[in-house]
């Protein structure tokens, strides 16, 4: 890819994402913007070069955003004259409009990536405004692409897709975190437990992914008369899990919905 990045912000996930789009770019002229010293330390030991908010505005290609959403209205308005770079936003609860206060009149494109980015299993959902060329969107998509996978949306979805795959991956989680605990009133070892659900998780996912058949279908083959899953399914209705799980990702998607008509 022949893009300049430049990260304003490098935490986690900017580190996620360099460090899977690294390989497909030039070696040099990216850089960070960046107020946490051992942050810096981190963009400098990754091949990134530390410079101000203006320096980096004015010769980044892609000026990616992953500040606190909170920190966005501390960005000055930088008059770039002439350069265009397209501005991606990584912001949770963050419109396009919001975004195009700081940087009027660029292409911005608004992702919500997750977590499991830092393992190159990510899912990446992007919104593009009107201006945001085709050559500009197949970048940044590929960008993407080098964390996971990618799912390019309307904007009036992100806040419930912050419910789903955003925030999801912290609600998978708990329900491992009770796996964990399952097996240690048997005596399996954590490490051992750790094993059979994350591998089962993966292997429900890619069954989803790849066997055509819907979630309800796919439990239904695993399910017999009289059997194990039955008898754990039986609980699941009793304690009504499947709606108490649907009303955890709708809280979230309601308060990113929240955050989003604050700005």
């Known amino acids: 890819m022949t893009l300049t990045l430049g990260f304003i912000g490098f935490g986690k996930m900017a580190e996620a994402l360099w460090n899977g789009a690294r390989p497909q770019l030039a070696p040099e002229g990216h850089c960070v913007f960046e107020i946490n010293d051992s942050r810096q330390t981190v963009a400098t030991d990754l091949g990134l070069k530390v410079t101000s908010v203006e320096a980096l505005s004015q010769h980044a290609t892609v000026i990616i955003l992953c500040i606190k959403p909170q920190n966005l209205a501390d960005l000055p308005i930088i008059d770039l004259g002439t350069h265009r770079p397209i501005i991606v936003s990584i912001l949770a609860g963050t419109p396009i409009s919001a975004i195009a206060e700081k940087f009027p009149g660029l292409p911005i494109a608004r992702v919500m990536p997750n977590t499991p980015c830092m393992v190159g299993e990510g899912m990446s959902a992007i919104t593009f405004s009107d201006d945001v060329s085709d050559t500009q969107a197949t970048d940044i998509q590929t960008l993407f692409r080098s964390t996971g996978d990618v799912v390019v949306v309307p904007e009036s979805w992100m806040d419930m897709i912050t419910g789903i795959s ?19 009133t048997q005596g ?9 659900f994350a591998q089962t998780l993966i292997g429900a996912g890619r069954m989803v992914q790849k066997s055509g058949k819907s979630p309800n279908q796919l439990a239904a083959d695993v399910t017999s008369p009289g059997g194990t899953t039955l008898a754990g399914l039986t609980e699941f209705d009793r304690h009504e899990i499947d709606q108490h799980f649907t009303d955890v990702i709708l809280k979230a998607a309601y308060r990113s919905k929240e955050l989003s008509e604050k700005k």
């Open 188 to 196: 399996i070892p954590e490490s051992i437990a750790i094993q059979l």
């Open 166 to 184: 955003g925030s999801g991956p912290a609600f998978l989680y708990r329900l491992f975190g009770s796996a964990i605990s399952a097996a240690a």
